[in-house]
């Protein structure tokens, strides 16, 4: 008898706490629609037509016709894509050995408390107000050698033909993409620094741990999947630096700062040859997946576990 009514509430209790559970992964299946429905229109479908395009032969404006893999023959024999292609991974190293260390210091100095931090967190991130445009006619005309700060300023070692020597050109392009990026980064990693709990630090000073140990044994290793979400957002953005080199030296002087997503705007819009601009295309969406990939793996097996390593 005593059994009987003790397995009675039991069963009773299993299918009220099933059906709640059934209905919640219900409704979120549900929400999960608007935004699968946008990632198709917006994502899938135009990269199928890309794709689609790469084996075509269309200037833009006429009609389309089938060009078969005469698109990837020429385009992977020309020897300009490789150039591009170099120039791209080029400004996406330097790029990430200037910005990371920056933002990374920046977020961990603005993550404190003291009232004149804020103030300052708020001078670096102007340039996340800015376009990349603005940014790019802004620079080019602060460094014009005739007009800009050499002239104002009476500073002789700015006045230098920044944008038509190919070293000069290609350093500008790299200081100017750290100058508007880094505040992006810094706020992520003063959002990492905050979630890191007190009480190791606490534990640290106790132990005798300076400031600098502090900084290598518990803030570097606690912020390992925040630097692998920054560099992955960093790497592969870098893919996409098309309207400040366009506007800030149009890829020249030559073909120095000819990255692959401006060589892709000049061969579709300016020659008028949307097929082989489809295949670079393509080849940036294959270089910032699989990129995304490698430093994704590079964070472990268990991406959705906590950054608090050790608690």
Do not use: C
């Amino acid at each position: 008898m005593s059994n009987a009514v003790s397995t009675a509430p039991r069963a009773a209790v299993r299918p009220a706490s099933s059906k709640p559970t059934e209905q919640r992964k219900t409704a979120l299946a549900w929400l999960t629609l608007p935004a699968l429905f946008f990632f198709l229109v917006f994502a899938v479908v135009p990269l199928a037509g890309v794709l689609i395009l790469s084996f075509t032969s269309w200037d833009g404006i006429g009609a389309i016709g089938a060009a078969g893999l005469d698109n990837w023959f020429s385009v992977l024999a020309d020897p300009g894509l490789y150039n591009a292609l170099g120039l791209t991974f080029l400004i996406m190293a330097v790029s990430w050995l200037v910005q990371t260390p920056i933002s990374l210091l920046l977020g961990v100095f603005t993550a404190g408390s003291q009232r004149y931090r804020a103030a300052l967190a708020v001078l670096y991130f102007l340039p996340l107000l800015l376009s990349s445009a603005a940014v790019a006619i802004a620079f080019k005309a602060l460094l014009d050698p005739n007009f800009g700060l050499a002239t104002g300023l009476g500073l002789p070692f700015l006045a230098q033909d920044w944008l038509g020597v190919p070293q000069l050109a290609l350093g500008l392009v790299i200081f100017v993409i750290a100058w508007q990026f880094v505040p992006f980064h810094t706020l992520i990693y003063q959002g990492g620094v905050r979630q890191i709990p007190k009480s190791l630090y606490e534990a640290a000073q106790i132990d005798g741990a300076g400031t600098i140990k502090q900084f290598f044994h518990i803030t570097l290793p606690q912020l390992k999947y925040t630097i692998i979400t920054s560099s992955t957002l960093m790497v592969v953005g870098s893919l996409t630096y098309f309207d400040l080199i366009f506007v800030l030296t149009g890829g020249g002087p030559g073909n120095s700062t000819r990255i692959l997503a401006l060589d892709m705007y000049l061969r579709g819009f300016r020659a008028n040859l949307m097929g082989p601009a489809s295949v670079i295309a393509v080849i940036l969406v294959i270089i910032g997946l699989a990129l995304a990939l490698f430093l994704q793996r590079l964070g472990g097996k268990d991406k959705q576990g906590s950054q608090l390593e050790g608690l």
